[in-house]
């Protein structure tokens, strides 16, 4: 499957943005969707996933309540809504595919979105 990720940018401080992957290539509805970020000079980071359904979605622990994800199998996309954003968002987002539940490794990316919070 092939990911693009969309919606990143520049927003202050207690700002918003929604993030947007569309999957193609391959049957959307098949693969759980995630969210990742890497902060310069720092590992890649779990944001939130949502399963097949998307009726089960699971975060980090300190980004639920700020951070929704979401998913529309008929338009092949998975969103990060991100709310009451910090400066310690700033990171590239990215979006992960995979196949074959919990215990599967995170076997597709996308190309990331930049998210820059800076008053």
């Known amino acids: 499957v092939q990911l693009e990720e969309s919606g990143g940018g520049l927003v202050q401080p207690g700002g918003s943005l929604r993030l947007s992957c569309v999957a193609s290539?391959?049957?959307?509805?098949?693969?759980?969707m995630g969210w990742f970020r890497q902060a310069p000079g720092k590992q890649r980071e779990f944001v939130a996933a949502?399963?097949?359904?998307?009726?089960?979605?699971w975060y980090r622990d300190f980004l639920k309540g700020r951070f929704s994800i979401s998913r529309d199998n008929a338009k092949n996309t998975v969103y990060l809504q991100m709310n009451s954003l910090k400066l310690e968002d700033t990171a590239v987002y990215f979006c992960g595919a995979r196949m074959g539940g919990t215990s599967a490794p995170w076997g597709s990316w996308g190309q990331g979105t930049q998210v820059t919070v800076s008053s």
């Open positions: 949502v399963g097949l359904s998307g009726a089960d979605p």
């Open positions: 290539g391959s049957t959307f509805s098949t693969y759980d």
